[in-house]
């Protein structure tokens, strides 16, 4: 085997095991600069193969991790789960007088479940109701879950990532800086957005997730399957669907197919699924 593949190869067996992650054919640019960047980051002074090698061995495992997912995300990413958050499932959950316990499964830096909390304020104020939520954003990527907390994003001025019906401003303080250029904005979360999140290193891959059975009303698990095998996806939905309740609300990635657990849940909704039976 040549040389290039042989370490592909490696890199691909040890991803797999650490996170599930299927590296998928003509991966080989990404790979490469991604191990290269990852042999300078940690200033290894070895060969490509020594690093993998220590990798094997338990060294630089996160740093590894963290370098091969694939972190791309934005606020009020597939805008319609949003607005179905908020103009059915809160109402509904409402009339209950519940308190609402949200789930996002692979929150990357932060976009994501940061918009779920802006749409429960935004709802809050519409109602005119208090709502008791909780929001738990995990990923795998430590990195990732450092920037969310930190809750601080470069904005370009013309972004036209919030939606018409809220205000971004309402949510976000401006930060000054001096390396910014003129179209940029850099913007921090405000303190009652960021204490409604509780962020957490989590693998998906994992055996068991340390949720209750049935504990959450929504489950966001969008855009992470795909980076799974057929048969893994498979396996994180029912694993996911669990800690779902019964007439709970689970939301994927435009890409993503709920595969078998369709037999358990009902679509109501461009990949929006509400959970009727239980899995055995
Ligand atoms: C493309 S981002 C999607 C972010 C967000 N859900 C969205 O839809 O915009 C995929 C995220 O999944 C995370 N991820 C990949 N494998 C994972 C695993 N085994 N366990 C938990 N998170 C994982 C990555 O670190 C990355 O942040």
């Not at 691909?12 to 640019?29: A, H, Q, R």
């Not at 935004?122 to 907390?149: C, F, P, R, S």
């Amino acid at each position: 085997m040549d040389d290039t593949l042989h370490l592909h190869e490696k890199v691909k067996e040890l991803l797999y095991s650490f996170t599930g992650i299927t590296l998928t054919e003509n991966k080989d640019i990404m790979i490469s600069n991604r191990l290269h960047k990852l042999k300078r980051n940690a200033s290894f002074h070895g060969s490509l193969d020594d690093l993998l090698e220590a990798i094997k061995e338990g060294n630089y495992k996160t740093e590894f991790i963290n370098a091969f997912t694939t972190n791309k995300t934005h606020f009020f990413r597939e805008e319609f789960h949003f607005a179905d958050l908020k103009n059915r499932v809160l109402p509904e959950l409402l009339k209950h007088n519940q308190d609402v316990k949200l789930y996002c499964s692979a929150s990357s830096t932060g976009e994501e479940p940061y918009s779920m909390a802006m749409t429960i304020l935004e709802t809050q104020e519409e109602l005119g109701k208090k709502i008791n939520a909780t929001i738990i954003a995990t990923d795998i990527d430590t990195n990732v879950l450092q920037y969310a907390a930190n809750g601080i994003y470069r904005f370009s001025k013309s972004s036209k990532e919030f939606p018409s019906w809220l205000k971004p401003q309402k949510y976000f303080k401006k930060r000054v800086e001096k390396n910014l250029a003129s179209e940029e904005i850099l913007i921090k979360v405000k303190p009652e957005l960021q204490k409604m999140v509780t962020f957490q290193v989590m693998n998906l891959n994992d055996a068991n997730y340390p949720f209750a059975k049935n504990q959450f009303d929504v489950v966001f698990c969008r855009n992470v399957l795909i980076y799974f095998s057929a048969i893994d996806q498979e396996k994180i939905l029912f694993r996911l669907f669990r800690h779902l309740k019964i007439g709970g609300t689970l939301y994927i990635g435009h890409s993503e197919s709920p595969g078998k657990l369709e037999a358990y849940v009902r679509r109501i909704g461009q990949n929006i699924f509400i959970k009727e039976k239980e899995v055995s």
